[in-house]
């Protein structure tokens, strides 16, 4: 369909090089512009399936795609001229357990925007505070963006990692429960 962002069709994965599939035959569309949640069982495969469609799969030696394609705005990701570096620039991702980097609030909020190159003071200020904005994070700590990210509760370092992900504004946003270690409030805030 016209609105579809992503596309899986008859997607299957293993850990194992083929011997076992973890996901087996997955089709499914995914619309542009929606919040779309999996919903299942601890261990039925919903954070699998997430991590391929950023590739963050590849990182273990034995994984890999067993059958199907995924296609994110029309383009097969697992193509051989798609560099899984590239396509994670446009399919952000926000794991359940906060992973600040050492460096200041924001230096991990413009860590992606310097990486791609800007140097701007100005555009990278305005980008930090925006992203911080979007996280409802700012008025926590716009006195102490200096400040080691380390020192930031848990709750506040996911919304860091949630303010990190929305600054290089990717495409695709995967968040694989996001919210779990939050409060009810800040929940709200994320989800809003």
């Known amino acids: 369909p016209e609105d579809t962002l992503i596309q899986v069709e008859d997607v299957s994965f293993s850990y194992d090089m083929g011997k076992s599939n973890t996901l087996r035959d997955i089709s499914l569309d995914i619309p542009e512009k929606k919040v779309t949640a999996f919903i299942g069982p601890s261990g039925c495969g919903k954070s699998t399936l997430l991590r391929c469609f950023n590739r963050m799969n590849d990182t273990i030696p034995t994984a890999k795609i067993t059958g199907g394609s995924i296609k994110i705005m029309g383009a097969d990701i697992y193509g051989p001229r798609v560099d899984p570096i590239l396509l994670r620039k446009s399919v952000g991702m926000v794991f359940q357990k906060s992973n600040p980097f050492p460096k200041s609030i924001y230096e991990n909020v413009a860590f992606g925007l310097r990486i791609a190159g800007e140097n701007n003071k100005n555009v990278l200020d305005q980008a930090v505070e925006e992203s ?61």
């Open 132 to 192: 911080l904005h979007g996280a409802a994070l700012w008025d926590e700590v716009k006195d102490r963006l200096k400040e080691s990210a380390l020192g930031l509760s848990g709750g506040q370092q996911q919304r860091l990692c949630i303010a990190r992900t929305i600054a290089v504004k990717p495409s695709v946003i995967l968040m694989d429960e996001p919210c779990s270690a939050l409060d009810p409030i800040a929940t709200a805030v994320i989800e809003e």
